[in-house]
């Protein structure tokens, strides 16, 4: 039998020198993760297929009562609103709702998320830079917390006010020169009296009332010192505007902007080291607030807008090796089923990866890929990794915030979402077919020249 001539690889020397055991034991990486809340992974990605996002409803619910209890046991009166745009599965947000949350929201699409699952009107807070007049007059009509962003819209909102023949209270964003560089987009800036101007504007109106202040300091602000500037930088507009222009507010509202835990790509140390607690959150707000131009009975109410602080640590991704390649330069990369359209925060986060099977002790650095057809889809540059072979686990914790709502879809079909609760698996978002996909689409006949080539 003739022998087929076996192809050549060019060799390469890979120093295999990173996280071998030591005396304290294995590497995190080389643990292998075998089960996920309680479940075998495989068995998930089995019946569910892989890629597959996994939520924690424990870790969800655990998040959420944490920090609701350090805000309202140092602010009588502290509610959280959960940022929509974070994650808007209808199942994660009835789960927030279920703990007590309120909803907060920044467009018509997520009003109605929040009105479907029943929200009153008068638990949530309408954001954004961008409401159109058909949504302001629902909001008002509903009894929404409607926060003003710019100019145009207190001219819609006053508009608004005259076909309904009412006059409504308004919350109104402010922005402040707080972090390099500034976040300047949203709302009317105080340092500059723009925000002044806003509310002398709309009291002078006569059709709107100012009843709420609302600030959004940024994402992923891991330095409570910003909070508490912006805390400060509140207390002193109200004691301006309360006594110059007789505003008495009803709530105050801090934004979102929480870190999580996750490294970003450009940090020099974990997330574990520096990512705040809900606690060290809340000393630095609280305390600043309740120092505001008033009595004890009359604290404005606390909003909090958070998204990632809640919602990231709860869901996971599975995904599946597909392949692994030596690099020229020697380096290896290995190429996974999740592609960036799916896990769009690689952009932010140096996720970790872990292991599900036995997969050796031997770490090397790997520049991890996704599956897409794109050179710019890299997962990780450098995830240090055993060697893995084509249909081995690996499980990308904390991936909750904004790649769900943020994902996209892009030469395959989005994942399945399963739920964990109690031991109890709940498919909440099936994956998508291709007839899901193409059913907005149409070919008018005309365009189907190759039938009509055929034809002639
Ligand atoms: C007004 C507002 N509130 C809350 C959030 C939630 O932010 P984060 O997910 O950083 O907590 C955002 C997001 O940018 C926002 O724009």
Same mark, same amino acid.
């Given at each position: 039998?003739?022998?087929?001539?076996? *192809?050549?690889?060019?060799?390469?020397?890979?120093?295999?020198?990173?996280?071998?055991?030591?005396?304290?034991?294995?590497?995190?990486?080389?643990?292998?993760?075998?089960?996920?809340?309680?479940?075998?992974?495989?068995?998930?990605?089995?019946?569910?297929?892989?890629?597959?996002?996994?939520?924690?409803?424990?870790?969800?619910?655990?998040?959420? $009562?944490?920090?609701?209890?350090?805000?309202?046991?140092?602010?009588?009166?502290?509610?959280?609103?959960?940022?929509?745009?974070t994650n808007?599965?209808?199942?994660?947000?009835?789960?927030?709702?279920?703990?007590?949350?309120?909803?907060?929201?920044?467009?018509?699409?997520?009003?109605?998320?929040?009105?479907?699952?029943?929200?009153?009107?008068?638990?949530?807070?309408?954001?954004? =830079?961008?409401?159109?007049?058909?949504?302001?007059?629902?909001?008002?009509?509903?009894?929404?917390?409607?926060?003003?962003?710019?100019?145009?819209?207190?001219?819609?909102?006053?508009?608004?006010?005259?076909?309904?023949?009412?006059?409504?209270?308004?919350?109104?964003?402010?922005?402040?020169?707080?972090?390099?560089?500034?976040? !300047?987009?949203?709302?009317?800036?105080?340092?500059?009296? !723009?925000?002044?101007?806003?509310?002398?504007?709309?009291?002078?109106?006569?059709? @709107?009332?100012?009843?709420?202040? !609302?600030?959004?300091?940024?994402?992923?602000?891991?330095?409570?010192? +910003?909070?508490?500037?912006?805390?400060?930088?509140?207390?002193?507009?109200?004691?301006?505007?309360?006594? $110059?222009?007789?505003?008495?507010?009803?709530?105050?509202?801090?934004?979102?902007?929480?870190?999580s835990?996750?490294? @970003?790509?450009?940090?020099?140390?974990?997330?574990?080291?520096?990512?705040?607690?809900?606690?060290?959150?809340?000393? %630095? +707000?609280?305390?600043?607030?309740?120092?505001?131009?008033?009595?004890?009975?009359?604290?404005?109410?606390?909003?909090?807008?958070?998204g990632r602080?809640l919602v990231d640590?709860?869901i996971?991704?599975?995904?599946?090796?597909?392949?692994?390649?030596? @690099?020229?330069?020697?380096?290896?990369?290995?190429?996974?089923?999740?592609?960036?359209?799916?896990? *769009?925060s690689?952009?932010?986060?140096?996720?970790?990866?872990?292991?599900?099977?036995? *997969?050796?002790?031997?770490?090397?650095?790997?520049?991890?890929?996704?599956?897409?057809?794109?050179?710019?889809?890299?997962?990780?540059?450098? %995830?240090?990794?055993? =060697?893995?072979?084509?249909?081995?686990?690996?499980?990308?914790?904390?991936i909750g915030a904004y790649n769900?709502?943020?994902?996209?879809?892009? +030469?395959?079909?989005?994942?399945?979402?399963?739920?964990?609760?109690?031991?109890?698996?709940?498919?909440?978002?099936?994956?998508?077919?291709?007839?899901?996909?193409?059913?907005?689409?149409?070919? =008018?006949?005309?365009?189907?020249?190759?039938?009509?080539?055929?034809?002639?």
């Amino acid at each position: 039998m003739k022998q087929e001539k076996k *192809s050549y690889v060019k060799p390469t020397i890979v120093r295999h020198s990173v996280g071998v055991t030591n005396k304290y034991g294995r590497p995190p990486a080389t643990v292998p993760m075998s089960r996920l809340n309680g479940f075998d992974v495989k068995e998930l990605v089995n019946e569910y297929g892989s890629p597959l996002y996994v939520l924690s409803v424990e870790q969800l619910r655990q998040n959420y $009562q944490d920090m609701f209890r350090a805000f309202s046991t140092r602010y009588p009166g502290a509610r959280i609103a959960y940022s929509y745009k974070t994650n808007y599965l209808k199942a994660v947000c009835s789960i927030l709702h279920s703990e007590g949350a309120l909803a907060e929201v920044v467009s018509g699409f997520e009003y109605d998320i929040a009105r479907n699952l029943a929200m009153p009107g008068e638990k949530i807070i309408f954001n954004g =830079p961008y409401k159109t007049r058909d949504e302001l007059a629902r909001a008002f009509t509903d009894g929404a917390m409607v926060n003003i962003d710019n100019y145009d819209e207190i001219q819609v909102c006053e508009e608004v006010a005259d076909e309904l023949g009412r006059k409504f209270p308004v919350g109104v964003r402010v922005n402040m020169d707080l972090n390099n560089p500034p976040w !300047h987009k949203f709302g009317f800036n105080v340092e500059a009296g !723009h925000a002044y101007e806003a509310v002398k504007r709309i009291q002078s109106g006569g059709k @709107l009332d100012v009843k709420g202040l !609302h600030i959004h300091v940024g994402t992923y602000v891991d330095d409570v010192n +910003i909070y508490s500037m912006a805390a400060q930088g509140l207390v002193n507009f109200y004691t301006v505007i309360k006594e $110059q222009l007789g505003i008495k507010l009803k709530y105050w509202d801090m934004g979102g902007g929480y870190a999580s835990h996750n490294t @970003l790509n450009w940090a020099w140390q974990s997330a574990e080291y520096t990512c705040p607690t809900f606690d060290q959150y809340a000393e %630095a +707000i609280c305390p600043i607030l309740l120092k505001g131009p008033f009595q004890a009975a009359e604290a404005p109410r606390l909003f909090l807008e958070p998204g990632r602080a809640l919602v990231d640590e709860p869901i996971s991704m599975i995904t599946t090796v597909v392949s692994q390649k030596r @690099l020229p330069g020697g380096k290896r990369g290995v190429i996974v089923d999740a592609g960036m359209n799916v896990l *769009s925060s690689v952009q932010w986060y140096n996720y970790n990866c872990q292991t599900v099977q036995d *997969s050796g002790l031997t770490l090397e650095d790997t520049i991890l890929y996704g599956g897409l057809c794109m050179n710019i889809d890299v997962l990780r540059q450098n %995830a240090v990794l055993p =060697p893995l072979r084509r249909g081995e686990l690996l499980v990308i914790p904390h991936i909750g915030a904004y790649n769900l709502s943020q994902s996209w879809q892009f +030469i395959y079909l989005r994942p399945a979402v399963i739920a964990i609760d109690n031991g109890k698996i709940h498919l909440i978002k099936a994956s998508e077919t291709r007839e899901y996909v193409q059913e907005m689409e149409s070919v =008018p006949k005309e365009f189907n020249t190759y039938s009509i080539a055929n034809k002639n």
